[in-house]
């Protein structure tokens, strides 16, 4: 099968011709200290090996459980954060029909999503939606106590035994978590409800080929067996041992390290295709979590074109020039549709007649890449031949292991993410939690100065 591809040249055209190459001893450097185990954060290197190490027998009883949320539900409710939600939503949307809701038919569950956010109109809505269907839970939290993830489950497990009765609601509840800590594990143990342990040595970011990601996956009705074929397809690809111009991962991680240190702080990351927009943001999550620290790092930006050329294009074609673009561009559809002739013509698009959509998409997509470099924009192109199980694993590893090396690159620690801690401490602390008394005085000293 082959391979995802990185075209650089529009990107390697902005950087002077010795810089990329410069980058290879520091690259191997960076590999090596993911693969020896050697660098920051190296308790959590479990998503390195992860695709290759993923057995048949696994899988199976991922699909097996999946088969029994399948058959008992017309709704899933796959409640996480982070980490612990966007890998899911990210495959699920991209491989799913756009149009899912409206074409529901009962037979296989709609995958819904919850406990990643605080909105209590979302969640009233959600349960008013749930009120009358047959729905289950897959509950994912590696801490088992973050706590959009944990009121989320309250209301959700309170409603789904009401409606369902404790026994089936047991049967269609399913935890995702720690081996032995954190609530979410004592209530699953507690509750006698299938769970899948989400290994120590693998970070949130990095557990979209765990059954954090694969057992949403499944539900959803998707091929986990291949989507970790591709992982593990791409891992071969970005190994060690395969020379430097010839690994996607090591050159894209290169490549944005030298644009960073020149100027280009803000990479946004480029989809033609709405049901992207997913993968964008497991991607910023991937990034930002992992290299902004220590005043450090790139910030992820992301858009899904053709759609934000009307909202950010202006920008990007001549704002500030600290960015650069990397595009994922889908080289087939999956559906063709062919733009019709009209005999009266009243809207002038008679040019098209006969073409297919995707031609016009791809035509934009060209005429922007050329605009954006013209206008000083450096661009990289990821070229995916098609959107299936496949590919999108090989994206998901593609973008694991040039983060690992990105990371080593900028001298942080890729897996740990102190700052998400601060707003925790101040909402628990306003919220009165029991053990922050002292947190919650001097927030009030501050809010009262
Ligand atoms: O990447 C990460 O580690 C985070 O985004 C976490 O996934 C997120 O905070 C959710 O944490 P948990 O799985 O413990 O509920």
Redesign the pocket.
Known sequence: MENIKLDITKAVQFLNAETLAAYEPQVKAAQEALENGTCPGNDFLGWLHLPSSISREFIAELNATAQVLRENCEAVVVA???????GARAVIEALSNSFQWLLADGKHPVILFAGNNIGEDYLAELCDYLKDKKFGVIN???????TE?ALAFRLLKKQCEDQRGKEMARKVIVAV?DAKK?AARTTADKEGYKSFI?PDNV?????VLTP?GLLPIAVAGFDIEQLVAGAADMEKATAPEVPFAENPSALYAACRNALYHEGKKIEILVNYQPKLHYMNEWWK?LYG?SEGKENKGIFPAAVDFTTDLHSMGQWIQEGERTIFETVISIEESNHTLLFPSDEENLDGLNFLAGKRIDEVNKMAELGTLLAHVDGGVPNMRLVIPKLNEYYLGQIIYFFEKACGISGNLLGVNTFN?PG?EAYKKNMFALLNKPGYEKESEAIRAKLNK
């Open positions: 996480g954060i982070g980490g612990s939600y966007l994912i939290s590696k801490s088992g106590t973050t993830t978590t954190g989400i970070g949130g970011r990095f557990s954090v999550q979590e993410q998400v």
